[in-house]
């Protein structure tokens, strides 16, 4: 199971960084993620990091967000700096044990997702 942490309300320009426990079995050997879905809009990947370590952002937010992952507890994080309305979604943590691309269809493991606001 996948646990998010970390939504809220923030100002245009802040900051807040989301958390994701995995429980269960170990996830050394998958690639964790955050993917979100914004009101009226599908579900979009944001980042993704993959066991050998190798990342992946959306352009939307390149530059702006950083994932990182810690492989003992199998946590992954998503530092989100410099947010924007249009940031405004909710972020959901994701596990998937493919080496190939990763497609919110075909997903493993989804956490419950959390909420952040951006307010302009």
């Known amino acids: 199971q996948l646990q998010a942490f970390g939504g809220g309300l923030v100002q245009a320009g802040g900051s807040l960084r989301l958390s994701c426990a995995a429980s269960?079995?170990?996830?050394?050997?998958?690639?964790l993620g955050w993917f979100r879905q914004a009101p009226g809009k599908e579900r979009e990947s944001v980042a993704l990091i993959r066991r050998n370590g190798d990342i992946t952002y959306a352009d939307a937010v390149k530059g702006r967000f950083t994932i990182s992952r810690d492989y003992a507890r199998s946590t992954v994080f998503l530092q989100m700096n410099s947010l924007i309305p249009e940031d405004t979604a909710v972020y959901y943590c994701i596990a998937d044990r493919g080496e190939g691309p990763v497609v919110a269809g075909t997903i493993d493991y989804w956490g419950q997702g959390t909420l952040v606001t951006v307010s302009s």
């Open positions: 269960g079995r170990t996830f050394s050997m998958y690639t």
